[in-house]
C-alpha cells in the first residue's frame, strides 16, 4: 500500500537525510564557513571520532571575520597569520548539523592546530551539545 506524504512531512524527511549525509561528507582538516549578519567566519575540523554515543566533531574557530567568501578563502593561503578564537570544541553530531557551514578546501591538521584536541584527550572529553556558533557566543 501506498502511503502519500505531505510536501512538509517530505520536507522533513529529505533534510533531515541531506543534513546527516552533509555532516558525513566533512573531514579532518577540512575548512569550513559559516556566515552572520556581519560578515564570514572560518572553522575547522581537527578530528571526527565514532563512539557508543554516535559522531564527535573536533573543531577549532578563528577569529577573524571576512566581507566575503572569496576574502576567507584568500586568508586560508596563508593561515598562520589567523588569530585562534577557541582552539578546541567538540560537538555532538546534533550540534554539528545545527552549525550551518560549507567546505571551502582541505590542509593537513598540524601539530599545532592539534593541541587542544589532545589537552581534550587527556582531560575532560566532555562534548556539547550546543552548535558551534552558541559555543562562540555569534547567536
Known sequence: ???LLSPTVITRIS????LKSMCHQFNSGDDLIFQLESGF????VIAVEENESGTVWHLMAYEELFPSVEAAERSLSQAEVLHVRK???ALTNRA???TPAARL???PVTEKERAGYQQWIENDRRV???SALLMLGLR
Open 87 to 89: 582552539a578546541h570544541m
Open 96 to 98: 554539528f548539523e545545527r
Open 1 to 3: 500500500m501506498l502511503e
Open 15 to 18: 533534510c533531515g537525510t541531506f
Open 105 to 107: 578546501g582541505t590542509r
Open 128 to 130: 556539547s551539545d550546543r
Open 41 to 44: 567566519g572560518l572553522l575547522r
